[in-house]
């Protein structure tokens, strides 16, 4: 059975007019790593909020259809038992840290202490999980004193030392330089290869085609596309959705107007596009 | 108008020393784009330019003005600055008051304050919301208000920290017209940026900063084109550059069309031989 299921998911704001999640069936497996498009709107912080039990549970509205996570159904959960097994960092990093805390480390704990988890397990869970992130040399920093992309980071870490089954990323990279990118999917993927589910919202097309397993195409509330990512990414449907596009995806695509791209498929990563247009 | 860095040293109440000694002149009607790794000193150089921050050692200059003589009331009459997340700098109750507190704050008269308020909402495309509350407005939609509250003081100078952060692709070609709109208008604009690509498309000059230092100043076609020194600072050649490398290319493509040119000079040459 999926370890992710929503069925005929439909969900209204309390003060929306429209549904922001309309219909959604989905399904994801254990262990896999499932990234998200859309253009701004689409509802992509509205699914997030969805599987982490935000909506409906913090953010009230109305909502019809099953959201299942580990088998156990979002509406006869409570968010306090939900957030056990799920993880979600927040889209602006600003809004997950705790400013309750002087430092990185202490910040990093405060789950884990908030848990009762026993003081001598929390010191190397968090050094561990900062290691993992490149964060270690900021532990004693206080989190206010971060840049941006430092402080996804530091959001990212209090998550993942939380050990969650599902981890919900909710664009996690946006602040970042490209190694920061690189790190954070690389630590994701292998968060997904030792069995953690992974959902996350992005808009770096090149990554999400080396690393993520399937790619769900959200527009309007609901599904326009879902598949492999490199079928996902080069569809002519994104291109006339206002979706992003790979620079080599859209390049390929008007060379191959021009007679200049040969191959069937079009690239969505450098490796892809070095191959297919050394063809000439 | 113009700015000038001499020797800015910058430490911060903590002891992190973020800006080593930066000397640089921007010219009038420049666009700049400033580019680095996370924490290489981006945010901290901009706000020395509206006096949100004091340099430590040397100075800063804007026009004739030193940032040290002036509050930062008053360099807001030279200095617009866009923050990296819109809600730090929305307060108002609706769309339209926002956009006008700050010229009405720089004393303009009205007439001049409808002008620029309605030229503002226009080229934000929020000529429709003006009476929604910024908060009843999608992300993407508080980050246009906060372009428009911003570009309403028409002041010579205009700093955007991040502006593509979490736009989507429609957004980001709508942000690219407005500092295009601002360019033909002669304002200096100083861009922050991770999105490589969106700075090779919109960006003459580019500055990286390394550790609180400039590692590399000069025209995007030559800056981003060097790989090796870029990656000190953890930036990536826009995807099309990176590319053309690869391909063998001589030129440093940075856009669609200079790639497609290329490509097609490279295959006649390879057939003529």
Same mark, same amino acid.
């Not at chain 2, 003081?153 to 593509?164: A, H, Q």
């Given at each position: 059975?999926?370890?992710?299921?929503?069925?005929?998911?439909?969900?209204?704001?309390?003060?929306?007019?429209?549904?922001?999640?309309?219909?959604?069936?989905? #399904?994801?497996?254990?262990?896999?790593?499932?990234?998200?498009?859309?253009?701004?709107?689409?509802?992509?912080?509205?699914?997030?909020?969805?599987? !982490?039990?935000?909506?409906?549970?913090?953010?009230?509205?109305?909502?019809?259809?099953?959201?299942?996570?580990?088998?156990?159904?979002?509406?006869?959960?409570?968010?306090?038992?939900?957030?056990?097994?799920?993880?979600?960092?927040? #889209?602006?990093?600003?809004?997950?840290?705790?400013?309750?805390?002087?430092?990185?480390?202490?910040?990093?704990?405060?789950?884990?202490?908030?848990?009762?988890?026993?003081?001598?397990?929390?010191?190397?869970?968090?050094?561990? !999980?900062?290691?993992?992130?490149?964060?270690?040399?900021?532990?004693?920093?206080?989190?206010? =004193?971060?840049?941006?992309?430092?402080?996804?980071?530091?959001?990212?870490?209090?998550?993942?030392?939380?050990?969650?089954?599902?981890?919900?990323?909710?664009?996690?990279?946006?602040?970042?330089?490209?190694?920061?990118?690189?790190?954070?999917?690389?630590?994701?993927?292998?968060?997904?290869?030792?069995?953690?589910?992974?959902?996350?919202?992005?808009?770096?097309?090149?990554?999400?085609?080396?690393?993520?397993?399937?790619?769900? !195409?959200?527009?309007?509330? #609901?599904?326009?596309?879902?598949?492999?990512?490199?079928?996902?990414?080069? =569809?002519?449907?994104?291109?006339?959705?206002?979706?992003?596009? =790979?620079?080599?995806?859209?390049?390929?695509?008007?060379?191959?107007?021009?007679?200049?791209?040969?191959?069937?498929?079009?690239?969505?990563?450098?490796?892809?596009?070095?191959?297919?247009?050394?063809?000439? | 108008?113009?700015?000038?860095?001499?020797?800015?040293?910058?430490?911060?109440?903590?002891?992190?020393?973020?800006?080593?000694?930066?000397?640089?002149?921007?010219?009038?009607?420049?666009?700049?784009?400033?580019?680095?790794?996370?924490?290489?000193?981006?945010?901290?150089?901009?706000?020395?330019?509206?006096?949100?921050?004091?340099?430590?050692?040397?100075?800063?200059?804007?026009?004739?003005?030193?940032?040290?003589?002036?509050?930062?009331?008053?360099?807001?009459?030279?200095?617009?600055?866009?923050?990296?997340?819109?809600?730090?700098?929305?307060?108002?109750?609706?769309?339209?008051?926002?956009?006008?507190?700050?010229?009405?704050?720089?004393?303009?008269?009205?007439?001049?304050?409808?002008?620029?308020?309605?030229?503002?909402?226009?080229?934000?495309?929020?000529?429709?919301?003006?009476?929604?509350?910024?908060?009843?407005?999608?992300?993407?939609?508080?980050?246009?208000?906060?372009?428009?509250?911003?570009?309403?003081?028409?002041?010579?100078?205009?700093?955007?920290?991040?502006?593509?952060?979490?736009?989507?692709?429609?957004?980001?070609?709508?942000?690219?017209?407005?500092?295009?709109?601002?360019?033909?208008?002669?304002?200096?604009?100083?861009?922050?940026?991770?999105?490589?690509?969106?700075?090779?498309?919109?960006?003459?000059?580019?500055?990286?900063?390394?550790?609180?230092?400039?590692?590399?100043?000069?025209?995007?076609?030559?800056?981003?084109?060097?790989?090796?020194?870029?990656?000190?600072?953890?930036?990536?050649?826009?995807?099309?550059?990176?590319?053309?490398?690869?391909?063998?290319?001589?030129?440093?493509?940075?856009?669609?069309?200079?790639?497609?040119?290329?490509?097609?000079?490279?295959?006649?040459?390879?057939?003529?031989?």
């Amino acid at each position: 059975m999926a370890f992710i299921n929503l069925q005929n998911v439909t969900y209204k704001y309390p003060l929306t007019k429209t549904p922001v999640l309309q219909n959604i069936n989905l #399904q994801v497996n254990e262990g896999e790593f499932v990234a998200v498009i859309g253009p701004n709107g689409a509802g992509k912080s509205t699914l997030c909020y969805a599987l !982490a039990g935000f909506v409906p549970h913090f953010f009230k509205g109305e909502i019809s259809g099953t959201i299942e996570v580990d088998g156990v159904e979002s509406s006869k959960s409570t968010l306090d038992e939900w957030v056990l097994n799920v993880g979600l960092a927040f #889209q602006n990093p600003f809004n997950q840290i705790s400013g309750a805390k002087y430092t990185v480390f202490e910040e990093i704990a405060f789950g884990l202490e908030n848990n009762g988890v026993p003081r001598e397990e929390i010191r190397p869970r968090v050094e561990e !999980a900062m290691k993992m992130t490149d964060i270690s040399n900021l532990a004693d920093r206080s989190p206010y =004193s971060l840049s941006g992309g430092q402080q996804q980071r530091v959001a990212l870490t209090s998550i993942l030392v939380m050990k969650p089954k599902l981890l919900v990323l909710d664009e996690p990279t946006s602040q970042m330089d490209p190694i920061g990118t690189r790190e954070v999917f690389g630590v994701v993927r292998r968060m997904a290869e030792g069995g953690m589910t992974v959902v996350m919202v992005e808009h770096k097309m090149e990554w999400i085609a080396n690393f993520a397993d399937r790619v769900i !195409a959200l527009k309007d509330g #609901q599904i326009l596309l879902e598949g492999k990512p490199n079928e996902v990414l080069t =569809s002519d449907v994104l291109a006339e959705n206002g979706f992003g596009i =790979s620079r080599y995806t859209s390049t390929a695509r008007e060379a191959k107007k021009r007679g200049l791209w040969k191959k069937e498929n079009l690239p969505v990563t450098l490796d892809e596009a070095v191959e297919g247009f050394k063809l000439g | 108008m113009k700015i000038e860095i001499n020797n800015l040293r910058f430490t911060y109440p903590t002891g992190l020393e973020a800006l080593r000694g930066i000397s640089l002149t921007i010219e009038a009607g420049e666009q700049v784009a400033i580019v680095g790794q996370n924490g290489a000193g981006k945010t901290t150089l901009v706000r020395h330019f509206n006096g949100l921050l004091q340099p430590t050692v040397g100075s800063v200059l804007i026009g004739d003005w030193d940032t040290k003589k002036y509050s930062v009331a008053k360099l807001a009459s030279r200095v617009g600055y866009v923050f990296q997340n819109p809600d730090e700098q929305l307060f108002s109750k609706d769309v339209g008051t926002e956009v006008r507190f700050g010229p009405r704050n720089l004393g303009y008269s009205k007439e001049k304050i409808d002008e620029l308020v309605t030229r503002a909402l226009a080229l934000t495309e929020l000529s429709n919301k003006t009476e929604t509350n910024p908060y009843d407005l999608s992300p993407t939609w508080r980050k246009m208000v906060a372009l428009a509250s911003v570009i309403a003081m028409d002041t010579p100078i205009v700093i955007f920290d991040e502006p593509t952060t979490g736009q989507d692709a429609v957004n980001v070609a709508r942000i690219a017209h407005v500092i295009a709109k601002l360019r033909r208008e002669g304002k200096t604009v100083v861009t922050i940026t991770h999105d490589i690509d969106f700075c090779a498309e919109n960006f003459e000059r580019v500055i990286a900063l390394a550790s609180g230092q400039v590692l590399l100043d000069g025209p995007a076609r030559e800056i981003l084109g060097q790989e090796e020194i870029l990656a000190q600072t953890y930036v990536d050649p826009p995807q099309l550059t990176r590319l053309g490398k690869k391909l063998g290319f001589k030129e440093t493509v940075r856009s669609q069309e200079e790639f497609l040119n290329s490509l097609k000079n490279s295959i006649d040459a390879s057939q003529s031989k």
